[in-house]
Nanobody, 123 residues
């Protein structure tokens, strides 16, 4: 069982940066693949980035590649999403997610979800 709590969201101007954090509970955190997803108003939840348990395998959505960086600290049970060059289209609620196994892009492949943190980018 894993419980996830996101933080770090807020309001930022276009071109700015934010760092999201996800605190995970559970002694087996290091065994989980971790991911970030987002959901904009009136849109479905979409994959943003994911990192394998070891950190060796990382995937990004095309829309954030080169601007966002996912990382993890297994000793601290933390996952991060550094977001640079933010644009209004990045506005969404961002969710942290966990699963056992390889990275998958579909939301229904993830077992645990946080409550989300709002990111708003003004133009």
């Amino acid at each position: 069982q894993v419980q996830l709590v996101e933080s770090g969201g807020g309001l930022v101007q276009a071109g700015g940066s934010l760092r999201l954090s996800c605190a995970a509970s559970g002694r087996t955190f290091s065994a989980y693949t971790m991911g970030w997803f987002r959901q904009a108003p009136e849109k479905g939840r979409e994959f943003v980035a994911a990192i394998s348990w070891s950190g060796d395998s990382i995937s990004y959505a095309d829309s954030v590649e080169g601007r966002f960086t996912i990382s993890r600290d297994n000793a601290e049970n933390m996952v991060y999403l550094q977001m640079n060059s933010l644009q209004p289209e990045d506005t969404a609620v961002y969710y942290c997610a966990a699963r056992l196994g390889l990275v998958v892009l579909a939301t229904n492949g993830w077992n645990y979800w946080g409550q989300g943190t709002q990111v708003t980018v003004s133009s």
